[in-house]
């Protein structure tokens, strides 16, 4: 699960946009452990975020895209507002949670 800035992940894949391509999720050992884990990568993204972006279209990993329309108070910075967003983004990583969870631990 990734949320904002994908800057990280570019700087892991080696600077490059293509390396993103490389990662895994999950990864080939975990596949092995546990070959029926459900889910995969999901990207949060905000709209109103310049440095976020949708990942799906360089990173064929990327199982879910969720662009997220978060208004903030003035006070509140925007990954807070994201955060509190319980449609958007609480609910689908809880499910995420829990899907690990279950399928890890039959």
């Known amino acids: 699960c990734t949320l904002g800035s994908p800057l990280p992940l570019l700087a892991a894949a080696g600077g490059s ?13 975990m596949q092995r452990k546990h070959p029926h884990l459900r889910g995969g990568w999901a990207n949060f993204h905000p709209k109103g975020d310049p440095l976020s972006l949708p990942l799906a279209p360089c990173c064929p990993a990327i199982a879910q895209e969720h662009a997220l329309t978060v208004r903030p108070r003035r006070d509140q910075p925007l990954p807070l507002a994201c955060l509190a967003d319980v ?20």
């Not at 829990?98 to 631990?105: H, I, K, P, Y």
Request: charged share 10%; glycine share 6%.
């Open 17 to 29: 946009v293509p390396g993103l391509n490389q990662l895994e999720v999950p990864t080939a050992a």
């Open 87 to 106: 449609a958007g983004v609480v609910r689908p990583v809880a499910q995420a949670v829990s899907w690990v969870w279950q399928d890890t631990n039959r």
